[in-house]
């Protein structure tokens, strides 16, 4: 088999990880185009929120390559 089950949840786990830090880093926009909104740049959006994603994206990395043990499916 091609993906175990315990490489699926860890790849769903991954993909949820990543949908947080999307979520983490949306928001904050100004409904005033000429109003300049200084919330763009909190800490939340600018380290948080990338940080949350490549966790994500590492998860995924370790879902794909990680060798099944052997009699796992």
Known sequence: MAVTSRGLKLM???LLVM???F???SGG???DPQVFN???FDFRRLVAAPLVIVAGIV???VAIMRKPKEGEE
């Open 23 to 25: 979520v983490l880093l």
């Open 12 to 14: 769903i786990g991954g």
């Open 29 to 31: 926009g100004s409904d």
């Open 19 to 21: 949908a947080a830090g």
């Open 38 to 40: 200084y919330a763009m």
């Open 59 to 61: 998860v995924e990395v």
